[in-house]
């Protein structure tokens, strides 16, 4: 079955979906197209007309040609699942800028005429299941700007002309299970801004030169489960600004002298099961901003370097299960505004010296099961705006010493959330007088007992939500108004 569309010259955008019959699409002379689309054409062999039903009029091939040669708007070529699309119209390729192929068995579409596309900007290839190298010419695609490969198991290198993409400023690799390596001539890439490699478990390194990637901004590592070590080279990388890396099981450690890493402003760690100790220095103290260490469950300490990070905005540590302690200069951290500590089971104090932390306006502390005292520190805390202690069953008091009223230094604290605290036994002194207090909201706290008329006085606070519950020491309250 063929597709005539005359009379359509004027046409920008097509889209043709699930038409299982559709052989030949017929988009010669579409003088005005611009985006065409095909998804789930599994018989379509062609996109122009079928010739061999025009054999009667042997100017028909010359017609087609020149049609195509009109296509000089024609930017963007999206197909996927069209099995039996083997070619693309040679003159079409010239004029295209954004290819995108997806769920292609045998994505032989690809290996003819590869080379024609040298205006291509954007090359996306999604789920070609037996795709195991790239077609011989494809660094010619002098133009490309964005490369992404996903869903491509069987595929196990990278080609090496990949080199003479002097252009590229993205590059992302995602579930290409059997990839070994990235190709040596990828520290050529100059222009490359961003760079992700995702799902790659048999990746068992980055390239030695990766500080030749000069224009880097952005470096993303995910689910690499080989990857035991960084290149030293990483920490040259002075317009790096966000380096993320979760999920590789077999790291042991990443570069010293991270300070190095001049326009760094974001680093997270995550899901590092093997990294047992972190760098002293993890980022420069005048540009990084934010820092997240997550599921690291064999650190068992952090850096006294923390302490430098004078312009650090958010830290957050979750998920460290042998962490038994946070750095003695925590409190040196200025600029700090949002402090989240989660799931570090053994963690069993707080740092006493708060007091330099006077920009901090959000606090968490969540299933710390073993943290037992806060000291003084909280009081120092005049910025807090947000207090949140969740399932920490050791804590006793929030505020230690009879006398001391350090709640009352938290003026301007908006929101304070008390749950599953299961041996808290009494809340802060004074804690009706709080200026600012907006929403109180204690859950499970069944051996709390409030000091006289405190809970009498909120309530006549009218606060924008107060809400008590399991606590049988307490009056239940859900006020949500």
């Not at 070609?128 to 869903?151: D, H, R």
């Amino acid at each position: 079955m063929s597709l005539e569309m005359k009379g359509l010259r004027s046409l920008r955008k097509l889209m043709i979906a699930k038409c299982e019959n559709l052989e030949y699409a017929g988009v010669e002379g579409l003088m005005h197209l611009e985006h065409l689309e095909f998804k789930g054409c599994d018989k379509l062999k062609s996109l122009v007309a079928n010739q061999e039903q025009h054999q009667v009029d042997p100017s028909r091939d010359e017609q087609v040609h020149h049609n195509i040669t009109d296509l000089r708007s024609f930017a963007k070529l999206q197909i996927e699942s069209c099995n039996h699309l083997t070619t693309l119209p040679k003159k079409l390729l010239q004029s295209l800028k954004m290819l995108h192929i997806e769920n292609f068995v045998y994505p032989m579409v690809l290996m003819k005429g590869i080379e024609e596309l040298s205006l291509l900007q954007h090359l996306q290839i999604e789920n070609c299941s037996n795709l195991e190298e790239f077609p011989k010419g494809i660094g010619q695609l002098s133009s490309l700007q964005y490369f992404a490969i996903s869903g491509c198991p069987k595929l196990m290198f990278l080609s090496e002309e990949m080199q003479h993409w002097t252009s590229l400023q993205t590059l992302s690799v995602v579930s290409c299970a059997n990839l070994r390596a990235l190709p040596c001539g990828i520290v050529e890439l100059t222009s490359l801004h961003e760079l992700e490699i995702n799902g790659c478990d048999n990746l068992a390194s980055l390239p030695d030169r990766i500080q030749e990637l000069k224009s880097l901004q952005k470096l993303m590592i995910e689910r690499c489960s080989y990857l035991m070590d960084l290149p030293d080279g990483l920490k040259y990388l002075s317009l790096l600004k966000e380096f993320e890396i979760s999920s590789c099981n077999s790291l042991r450690s990443l570069p010293g002298e991270m300070q190095r890493l001049t326009s760094l402003e974001k680093l997270k760690i995550e899901g590092c099961d093997n990294l047992k100790i972190l760098p002293d220095e993890l980022g420069n103290p005048s540009t990084l901003r934010v820092l997240a260490i997550i599921g690291c469950p064999k650190l068992q300490t952090l850096p006294e370097g923390l302490r430098k990070l004078q312009n650090l905005r958010i830290l957050e540590i979750t998920a460290c299960s042998n962490l038994t302690s946070l750095p003695s200069g925590l409190g040196d951290l200025s600029s700090l505004r949002s402090l989240y500590i989660q799931r570090c089971l053994k963690l069993t104090s707080f740092p006493e010296n708060l007091q330099r932390m006077t920009s901090l306006q959000v606090l968490w502390l969540i299933e710390c099961l073993k943290l037992k005292d806060l000291y003084t520190g909280l009081g120092f805390l005049s910025a807090l705006e947000k207090l949140t202690i969740w399932g920490c069953h050791n804590l006793i008091k929030l505020f230690p010493g009879e006398d001391f009223l350090g709640i009352q230094a938290l003026n301007s604290l908006q929101e304070l959330i008390i749950s599953n605290c299961s041996k808290l036994q009494t809340l802060p002194y004074r804690l009706e007088n709080l200026p600012s207090l907006k929403v109180l909201v204690i859950w499970k706290c069944p051996e709390l007992e409030s000091f006289e008329n405190v809970v009498i006085e909120l309530k006549e606070r009218k606060l924008r939500k107060l809400n008590i519950r399991d606590c049988p020491y307490l009056e239940t309250i859900d006020d949500a108004s």
